[in-house]
């Protein structure tokens, strides 16, 4: 199954992607990730990036399209995956059809995260990673059992630039005045699912296995 996760960023999809994957063997694409790791390591990529990313505004749609068709492609494309904060706009998700239905893998089902903007710039502002393996935590929410280290594997937590306030203010704005007419986009062609981002993770867990099990129409 190919599913696109769509939703405000804070609502929740990276955690349900990885849920996704460690339990139901999806492949999981994350164009954040991915820019993150090319910033990271200073790719032609990253250096386009990099100024976009931090003032919160989206990366042009011609890095983004090319960096992310090559990474299914270059994956098992067949495999079940999950795309995660791409497409961010009509032209990206319009490039992503075409080059899909070429490989006759079209994306089944979009999963909307309907989240309030409460939710997500608390969620945000708290949003704490390991500087090593990236695993995700929260100060209130799900805080790591010592205070600024990573459960798993014991690195320092950081907090992505992005996630100040002024840079989330930012990031909201993009979401609503370029993202968020995917939603339209995808309800017309009868394949989009809502689901509440503003739950716990679990019971958003619960809800999405619950859809997925359900087969199209
Ligand atoms: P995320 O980790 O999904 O919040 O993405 C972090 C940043 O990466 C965004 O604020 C954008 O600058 C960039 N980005 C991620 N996905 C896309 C996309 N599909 N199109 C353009 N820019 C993107």
Known sequence: MRIVLLGPPGAGKGTQAVML??????????????????????????????AFMEKGELVPDDIV????LDT????????????????????????????????KLPVEI??????????????????RLCSKCGANYHIVNMPPK?????????SDLYQRKDDSEETINTRLEVYN????????????????KEVS??????????????ILKTPAK
């Open 72 to 103: 299914i492609k270059n994956a098992e494309p067949k495999k079940d995956f999950i795309l995660d904060g791409f497409p961010r706009t009509v032209y990206q998700a319009k490039k992503l059809d075409s080059e899909l239905d070429k490989l």
């Open 177 to 192: 005045s370029q993202t968020k007419e995917l939603i339209d986009y995808y309800k017309a062609k009868g394949i989009l």
């Open 65 to 68: 399209i090319e960096m992310m």
């Open 110 to 127: 979009v999963i909307y995260f309907k989240t309030s903007t409460k939710i997500v710039i608390s969620r945000l502002a708290g949003r």
């Open 21 to 50: 994957a460690e339990k139901e063997g999806f492949l999981h694409f994350s164009t954040g990730d991915i820019l993150r790791e090319n910033v990271k390591k200073d790719t032609q990529i990253g250096k386009k990036a990099k």
């Open 146 to 154: 010592k205070q600024g280290l990573c459960n798993k594997c014991g």
């Open 197 to 210: 981002g503003d739950l716990e993770a679990q019971k958003v867990y619960s809800r999405l296995s619950e």
